[in-house]
């Protein structure tokens, strides 16, 4: 699906607002998808016995979404930047 901006809803709506509210949406479908509760406290365990406390985080912002893949999905939880492969298990902590 390709991702199209608009230029003709009278709504009066903020459309950066609507971007931004459709984009987390995105997002939350796509914690879904893949089983991680993003957004959220977490305890992380990587493999060579690496635990992380805190946010469960996208590493960056993506402008869509709905292309990531999930070779390609790197998290973060607080400076520490991973590959969802590296992760052996993750508890949400809230």
């Known amino acids: 699906m390709q991702s199209q901006l608009n230029f003709e809803d009278s709504s009066g709506?903020?459309?950066h607002q609507k971007?931004?509210?459709g984009?987390?949406?995105t997002a939350?479908?796509?914690a879904k998808r893949l089983n991680l509760p993003l957004g959220?406290?977490?305890e992380v365990c990587l493999t060579g016995n690496v635990v992380l406390k805190g946010v469960?985080?996208?590493q960056e912002d993506y402008l869509f979404i709905d292309e990531i893949t999930r070779k390609?999905?790197?998290l973060k939880v607080g400076n520490v930047t991973f590959r969802q492969s590296e992760i052996e298990s993750c508890i949400?902590?809230?």
Do not use: K, P
């Open 13 to 15: 709506e903020d459309g």
């Open 19 to 21: 971007w931004l509210t």
């Open 23 to 25: 984009r987390r949406l």
């Open 28 to 30: 939350a479908n796509l």
């Open 40 to 42: 959220h406290q977490v």
């Open 56 to 58: 469960l985080r996208l």
């Open 72 to 74: 390609s999905l790197q």
């Open 92 to 94: 949400r902590l809230d």
